[in-house]
């Protein structure tokens, strides 16, 4: 999903990830969490990752307890 992300958006984002511009919001269950994750990978591959082996880089997803959220839970 990631990928095909950068494919249509791309010449709208930076290749790399930044804080400054990018801010992701999940509903607070795993499957979603890993959802946003996984689409963050793809949409922002890195070649400075944690190890010369890993192409990722850990990226941000906020949650807010699911009784306070008007956006994400349905």
């Known amino acids: 999903m ?4 950068r494919a249509r ?6 290749s790399t990830y930044s804080i400054e511009e990018i801010y992701v919001q ?3 269950r795993d499957r ?10 793809g949409l922002f591959p890195t ?8 192409n990722w880089l850990p990226i941000p997803v906020f949650t807010i307890p699911e009784e306070l959220d008007n956006v994400c839970y349905i």
């Not at 990631?2 to 992300?5: A, I, M, Y």
């Not at 946003?36 to 990978?41: D, G, I, P």
């Not at 070649?47 to 890993?54: A, F, H, I, T, Y």
């Open 47 to 54: 070649n400075e990752g944690l190890s010369p082996d890993l």
């Open 2 to 5: 990631g990928q095909v992300l």
């Open 32 to 41: 979603t969490i890993q959802t946003a994750l996984s689409a963050l990978a």
């Open 9 to 14: 958006y791309g010449e709208y984002l930076n």
């Open 26 to 28: 999940s509903s607070d």
